[in-house]
């Protein structure tokens, strides 16, 4: 569908009202002044939920969830109505959602029902389960937009195969959710849905490209939540909503039919993952749709079934003693005190827990961000630009909102300031950074393994600890920076991220001024103010190898257990 360029906004602003429409008159809520920043309580306070509702939405591990519904003590329809409900209720608050489909979702639900009470038997694995999707999932019959008036009308004629592989496992797909325009930002806000805000404080950003889903889990609107990453997408959102989430590798997970920007860019991929507020969720989700074998459905997806082995850490002593590394800082951002405050958390819960933590030695960073952010900028916007010309609408070139937009000193991120003079590379070109990028891979894998000198397990170290970003979810148009993320897409680590604690202006002050690496760095340093911070979540993330999804995992569950029994000492 295209339209003239005058027509973009009205096109837009029908679209919006059109999913307005969508919201039962019953769910409205009275909202809350825009004054008040935080609203995580609103789904209690606000008399839309039942009792009933508030314990099935309140449930946030996966695995009881999926009991409860496997065993009938909860029907997927009760439990889809319990998440649809609040999920309204976030989008009142937050922005969250696009594809609104009540009375789709609940006849799936009931079909679920049904099979269960015919059979006796779940489904699958996921059976009965409502999950969230991320706004470039397709599911048959339904628009998927993805931040572009222009895609206004775009109607799927398949599901993706993700959602093949959800229903086939049981699942109930139930909403999707808003995403930036071009996906290519750490923030979420585009012309047809407008802006997605924090539920911590809806002054901040709730990360992106996945911010939709990263607002709607973390106001319990979802049980899991499926988000891509090609820079951060999963990570950045999870991290700034206090949420887990994985990063996964390469392939690892089916993305085929998906829709996407920058389509037929293949050197450095766009992953589909989960976030969610439980570890365990992680797990579940992850081993459902690789027992589901995706290679069946999408001819890209890695031929590896589940390793129950690598989840055991077979890799890694068995989870006994291991050897982690902390990078403290990437050499092109220094975090922020809470961030700093929360890897000295991690190493002392480690350390209590009888494993060894040494520090990162970074290695060719400047190198890898520059030749990554070359290869994303190889046609010099021109995918972005055709996908604007449909509507006529612009190509959105900042996240900061029309009116009371936080001072940031930064008039240009490092990102655009590394790749230098813009232009459309020539086919070779573009291949000479393919072949930089896998010399950088190679020597970035023999520095991994020559740590196994230090760690004194015999082995390398087993996982990096580091931000996710250099800040806790910051205000509007102030995430310029996404190199400790982008990291992993460049090299392919498998990589999660959790929580660790919320930012505190007593222990979390302002730190004197550092030999500034560079302007973004100098920029970032001037942005904290422990007052405006104070309460927000602070994540961090684990960095594994390439495909070693199980281990992630495995090891994200050995350092959030030391957390826990760490925190209970205190």
């Known amino acids: 569908m295209t339209a003239p360029a005058q027509d973009w906004k009205a096109l837009c602003a029908e679209r919006k009202q059109r999913q307005l429409a969508q919201i039962p008159k019953e769910w409205s809520i009275s909202p809350p002044p825009n004054e008040q920043r935080n609203v995580l309580d609103v789904p209690r306070t606000c008399g839309l939920l039942t009792a009933r509702e508030l314990e099935i939405t309140d449930t946030v591990n996966v695995a009881i969830l999926l009991d409860k519904l496997r065993t009938a003590q909860w029907s997927s329809v009760e439990v889809t109505t319990a998440f649809y409900k609040r999920a309204i209720i976030a989008q009142q608050l937050t922005n969250c959602l696009t594809e609104i489909f009540i009375e789709r979702a609940l006849a799936r639900a009931q079909e679920v029902d049904d099979y269960l009470k015919k059979t006796g038997q779940p489904i699958g694995p996921l059976h009965g389960l409502p999950i969230s999707l991320k706004d470039q999932f397709c599911i048959k019959a339904l628009e998927t937009i993805m ?8 109607v799927a004629d398949r599901d993706s ?39 911590h404080n809806r002054y901040m950003t709730p990360g992106g490209s996945s911010g939709g889903e990263g607002a709607l889990v973390a106001l319990h609107g979802s049980p899991l939540g499926v988000g891509t990453d090609i820079g951060g997408s999963i990570r950045i959102p999870s991290a700034f909503c206090g949420l887990y989430g994985l990063r996964p590798s390469y392939e690892r997970l089916p993305y085929c039919n998906a829709v996407n920007s920058q389509v037929g860019q293949e050197s450095i991929l766009s992953v589909l993952g989960p976030m969610t507020n439980s570890l365990e969720g992680v797990k579940l989700f992850t081993k459902a749709i690789i027992d589901a074998r995706p290679w069946r459905k999408d001819p890209l997806a890695v031929r590896k079934a589940w390793s129950a082995r690598e989840y055991a850490l077979g890799d890694h002593g068995e989870g006994g003693h291991m050897c982690f590394a902390i990078m403290w800082d990437n050499g092109v951002v220094k975090p922020h005190p809470p961030l700093v405050r929360a890897m000295k958390i991690v190493k002392d819960a480690l350390e209590a827990a009888g494993h060894t933590v040494i520090v990162w030695e970074n290695h060719r960073h400047l190198e890898l961000y520059k030749n990554g952010q070359a290869i994303f900028a190889a046609d010099d916007g021109h995918d972005f630009l055709q996908d604007c010309a449909l509507s006529g609408e612009p190509l959105i070139q900042t996240m900061s909102p029309d009116t009371d937009a936080h001072k940031y000193a930064l008039d240009e991120p490092m990102l655009r300031t590394i790749v230098g003079e813009r232009r459309h590379l020539s086919a070779y070109e573009l291949w000479q950074l393919h072949k930089e990028k896998r010399a950088l891979r190679k020597s970035h894998l023999d520095h991994w393994e020559a740590t196994a000198v230090r760690t004194g397990t015999g082995r390398p170290v087993d996982a990096i600890i580091s931000p996710a970003a250099a800040y806790a979810a910051c205000p509007h148009g102030c995430n310029s920076d996404c190199f400790y993320t982008e ?3 460049f090299l392919d680590y498998a990589a999660s991220v959790f929580p660790v604690t919320t930012v505190d202006k007593t222990l979390d002050q302002r730190v004197a001024p550092h030999a500034f690496y560079n302007h973004e760095d100098e920029a970032v340093y001037k942005l904290y103010d422990p007052e405006l911070w104070h309460g927000m979540p602070v994540d961090l993330q684990l960095i594994g190898r390439t495909q070693e999804e199980e281990g992630v995992i495995g090891m994200t569950e050995v350092v959030d257990r030391a957390l826990k029994a760490f925190k209970q000492t205190k």
């Open 161 to 199: 195969v993700l959602v093949e592989l959800l229903y086939e496992c049981g699942a109930v797909p139930f909403v999707r959710t808003n995403v930036p325009q071009t996906l290519m930002w750490g923030e979420t806000y585009n012309h047809v849905f407008g802006r997605t805000t924090n539920p």
């Open 147 to 154: 931040g572009y008036a222009g895609w206004i009308g775009r």
């Open 487 to 489: 990291f992993c897409n």
